[in-house]
């Protein structure tokens, strides 16, 4: 076993999740550490997070007030090996303030058990109120948005469009319905590593079958690469939506989203 090698689906979902709830302190002597501190129900995680790493590290408890809560009790791991920091800074997970600067890692990984991880820290799976299922993501990294649509759009055929919310300039990706039942499958597989909790949430919504009285599911066609390129070179939007056998209002979206990425680019 060698640590952090991301290519183990172990390592994949660690760094995941600490790129999105760890922190690397600097400072002089004991201050430069990494440390995670989520909820108690979780220590579990942190626990199995202390077995993967061949290095001494510490897990205490507290309880606090905080904003949400009179009397919140957490868990908090610690370490403070150089080894463990370098090769965290390696794959990309950076010193300090970071919730906008991380990237999907910058050495080969293991792609769903490293997004695990980060859905595990940072998002959520469940039920709505009108029940039905959902993955999400709440990320300020563009980077991390971007890459969570490419990902299961390539695997999965399933297409969105990162979009940032403008009160708090953070991005939200969701999943619901079929699409949901879709991620959670795909992510928490027998096995995996994960949050319990997540797990179970996990299961329940991939036991999840769309009502009778709902209606059919709309089967939308993911764009191809061929298809833009023709899109954008075609005389008119009926030639486009003749030849691609597509709908002229989808053409016409399409082709408007296509241009604006060509600008912003």
């Known amino acids: 076993m060698t ?5 183990d689906p172990r390592y994949a979902y660690m760094f995941g999740f600490l790129q999105a709830d760890g922190n690397l302190y600097a400072g002089a002597g004991q201050k430069e550490r990494l440390s995670v501190e989520i909820s108690h129900r979780d220590i579990g995680i942190l626990q199995e997070f202390q077995k993967l790493t061949p290095y001494t590290s510490t897990i205490t408890e507290r309880t606090r007030a905080t904003n949400f809560a009179q009397s919140h009790r957490s868990a908090r ?3 403070y090996s150089l080894e463990v920091r370098n090769r965290l800074v390696e794959a990309g997970l950076p010193y300090g303030p970071k919730s906008t ?3 999907p890692p910058r050495v080969p990984f293991s792609r769903p058990d490293y997004l695990r991880g980060i859905i595990d820290a940072d998002g959520s799976i469940g039920h709505t109120g009108k029940g039905l299922p959902f993955v999400g993501l709440t990320t300020a990294s563009s980077a991390i948005a971007a890459y969570v649509c490419h990902y299961f759009k390539r695997t999965q055929g399933i297409q969105r469009r990162p979009g940032r919310n403008t009160r708090d300039c953070v991005y939200n990706v969701l999943y619901t319905r079929e699409a949901g039942v879709t991620v959670a499958k795909h992510l928490y597989y027998p096995g995996s590593l994960a949050l319990d909790r997540k797990r179970e949430s ?3 919504v991939s036991s999840w079958v769309r009502p009778d009285d709902m209606g059919p599911a709309r089967n939308r066609r993911p764009w191809m690469p061929m298809e833009d390129r023709f899109l954008l070179e075609a005389p008119t939007l009926a030639h486009a939506a003749e030849r691609l056998e597509r709908s002229v ?3 016409q979206a399409r082709r408007w989203r296509l241009r604006q990425d ?3 680019g």
Do not use: G, N, Y
């Open 77 to 79: 791991w610690t370490v």
């Open 101 to 103: 600067k991380i990237t």
């Open 249 to 251: 209002k989808s053409c």
């Open 202 to 204: 996990a299961a329940r």
């Open 3 to 7: 640590f952090m090698d991301l290519e």
């Open 262 to 264: 060509q600008q912003s």
